[in-house]
Nanobody, 123 residues
Framework: VQLQASGGGLVQPGGSLRLSCAASGRTFADRPMGWFRQAPEKEREFVATISQSGSTYSADFVKGRFTISRDNAKNTLSLQMNSLKPEDTAVYYC??????????????????WGQGTLVTVSS
């Protein structure tokens, strides 16, 4: 599985961005997917995950602001980010778990990583 993330950029506090992740291969629909992020000099952290059937779970710091979704017919994963804050500045990575596996909330459960897309929230 190859993952290609896009959609990052510079946005002002309070603004919105939509990240996308295009997946190759025929097992996308069978895998839980997720987004992680890594700020400078910090460890990579969980942001949100979505199961094969569309159930979602998000980190507390993004609940009510970020929404994860997937389109299994198009092999795409998305992250809609609203009400962005400076502390959301990070490289965002899409991630794929194991086929038929549980939702991915730890980096150790990730089987494939995308290349990352930089989100900068600044005025």
């Amino acid at each position: 599985v190859q993952l290609q993330a896009s959609g990052g950029g510079l946005v002002q506090p309070g603004g919105s961005l939509r990240l996308s992740c295009a997946a190759s291969g025929r097992t996308f629909a069978d895998r839980p997917m997720g987004w992680f992020r890594q700020a400078p000099e910090k460890e990579r952290e969980f942001v949100a995950t979505i199961s094969q059937s569309g159930s979602t779970y998000s980190a507390d710091f993004v609940k009510g602001r970020f929404t994860i979704s997937r389109d299994n017919a198009k092999n795409t994963l998305s992250l809609q980010m609203n009400s962005l804050k400076p502390e959301d500045t990070a490289v965002y990575y899409c991630a794929a778990g194991s086929p038929y596996g549980a939702a991915i909330i730890r980096t150790g459960a990730v089987h494939y990583w995308g290349q990352g897309t930089l989100v900068t929230v600044s005025s």
